[in-house]
């Protein structure tokens, strides 16, 4: 099982990113699919789901209305647009599934800073 | 959503026991899941439905459930264990995770 995260990098506030999560090893398709962030020196934090057909869809409250999560099933890629961002969005963006209980996969992150 | 409570740090001698907590009121309903993360690598699954252990996760981890507290025991610590720990939960239709603040294991 492979999760490979891209896009981030350093953007203004209130600017906008696109963040990939490029699936392999496993039936993508089959999988809801978590977007969590860390903030430097910071804990976990959940940031969204979507279902494994895309259909649902859920938000952190603090991320409602700013952010979006997407997937394109036929590239086995998760997406997060991020925008209107604010520097306190700074973090590591992973993506993670848990195909079943006893296990969970998480890429290697992708570090987001907001600054000007 | 609801929150879950660790203390923010544990430090333990190598070969002693450490217990973390992990506390919350949807925790007698929902299972829990606990990570280990060490300085800047993802996460690492190391117990989950509350006390049961993936495999390649060493014996000495063990885990157990009490009404609003679930806790996380790692006896004979090593210096490798050394890392932050993570209980994260969901709610009963798994449409969102809630993470705990994190919890600093310290090996004297």
């Known amino acids: 099982v492979h999760l490979v995260e891209s896009g981030g990098g350093v953007v203004q506030p209130g600017r906008s990113l696109r963040l990939s999560c490029a699936a392999s090893?496993?039936?993508?398709?089959?999988?809801?699919m978590h977007w969590v962030r860390q903030a430097p020196g910071k804990g976990l934090e959940w940031v969204a789901i979507?279902?494994?057909?895309?259909?649902?869809?859920n938000y952190a409250d603090s991320m409602k209305g700013r952010f979006a999560i997407s997937r394109d099933n036929s590239k086995n890629t998760l997406y997060l647009q991020l925008n209107s961002l604010r520097a306190e969005d700074t973090a590591v963006y992973y993506c993670?599934?848990?195909?079943?209980?006893?296990?969970?996969?998480w890429g290697q992150g992708t570090l987001v800073t907001v600054s000007s | 959503s609801y929150e879950l409570t660790q203390p923010p740090s544990v430090s333990v001698s190598p070969g002693q026991t450490a217990r973390i907590t992990c506390s919350g009121d949807a925790l007698p309903k929902e299972y829990a899941y606990w990570f280990q993360q060490k300085s800047g690598r993802a996460p690492v699954l190391v117990m989950y439905?509350?006390?049961e252990r993936p495999s390649g996760i060493p014996e000495r981890f063990s885990g157990s459930s009490s009404g609003t507290t679930v806790t996380l025991t790692i006896s004979g610590v090593q210096a490798e264990d050394e890392a932050d720990y993570y209980c994260?939960?969901?709610?009963?239709?798994?449409?969102?995770?809630?993470f705990g603040g994190g919890t600093k294991l310290t090996v004297l």
């Open positions: 993670a599934t848990r195909p079943q209980h006893n296990t969970t996969h």
């Open positions: 994260q939960s969901a709610d009963s239709s798994a449409s969102y995770w809630v």
């Open positions: 090893g496993f039936t993508f398709s089959d999988c809801g």
């Open positions: 439905k509350d006390t």
């Open positions: 979507i279902s494994y057909d895309g259909s649902n869809r």
